[in-house]
């Protein structure tokens, strides 16, 4: 059910109310408690339409990852892990045949010369945080803030803003930092490295969901290295 069909049944039950409630007859409190009725119709009926449409956005995006040929005109990019200004081979697709038991996570692509990604990014308590559909944004989480351009996606911990996720083209290479898992838990950390490393395995992290709590807490932490300014509100895609 969607927001206008909830809407019109939400009219049409007032209206009812109205016509044969005998509207004029009723005391106050009787009046009050069918306000009170109605409201919480409201609010439970636009809860549900938009809790079912997030459930379906992380399942749309569930069903893109891992492939591109629904795609037309673009340009899969090389991955680089951090700021470093080579590209380690690899693409996003590939990233995770080092564990075969964890499927593709996210797909970048390049398209008009604008960074897309599509992603569903997920917290440590196994909820997700946002959804990225192409360059779309939606929050699930409020312990978070998001800002981005044309070439870069970014969110930070709410607060103290460090980087949870982070991707950012630079000369045509998708640079990424942060935490990127399944609902499951298990996933990788893209690490920052001054010493700009060429195994690529040296800048990613392993996250397991059955991991021990010190290994969790590790993975876990955010990166200080955001490159935006916040909120997004005041500084809509404007770079530090």
């Known amino acids: 059910m969607d927001a206008v069909t909830v809407a019109l ?9 109205f016509v044969k409630g005998n509207w004029k007859g009723k005391s106050w409190l009787e009046k009050s408690i069918m306000i009170l ?3 919480v119709v409201i609010s439970t009926a636009f809860y ?7 459930e379906r956005l992380i399942e ?7 492939k591109f040929d629904d795609l037309e005109n673009v340009t899969i990019p090389l991955i680089s892990v951090g700021d470093g200004p080579v590209s380690l081979g690899i693409t996003s697709f590939t990233i995770f045949n080092k564990n075969p038991n964890i499927k593709p996570l996210f797909r970048v692509y390049i398209k008009d010369s604008k960074l897309y990604v599509d992603i569903v990014v997920w917290g440590r308590d196994k909820k997700p945080v946002a959804v990225i559909d192409g360059n779309e944004w939606t ?5 978070y803030e998001y800002n981005n351009d044309d070439n870069g996606f970014e969110i930070v911990t709410k607060g103290d803003r460090q980087v949870y996720f982070q991707l950012i083209l630079k000369d045509g290479i998708a640079h990424i930092l942060g935490i990127v898992t399944n609902s499951e838990g298990d996933g990788v950390k893209f690490l920052y490295q001054d010493n700009k ?3 690529i395995w040296g ?7 059955d991991d021990d709590s010190a290994r969790q807490d590790a993975a876990y932490l955010p990166i200080d290295k955001a490159i935006f300014k916040y909120p997004r509100s005041k500084y809509l895609g404007q770079r530090k």
């Open 9 to 17: 049944s939400i009219l049409a039950l007032v209206a009812s109310l």
């Open 37 to 39: 009725g109605i409201l």
């Open 48 to 54: 549900n339409c938009n809790r079912v449409k997030k």
């Open 60 to 66: 749309k995006i569930n069903s893109k990852v891992g």
């Open 139 to 143: 929050m699930y989480s409020d312990d």
């Open 197 to 199: 490393p060429t195994d």
């Open 203 to 209: 800048t990613m992290m392993m996250i397991r969901a």
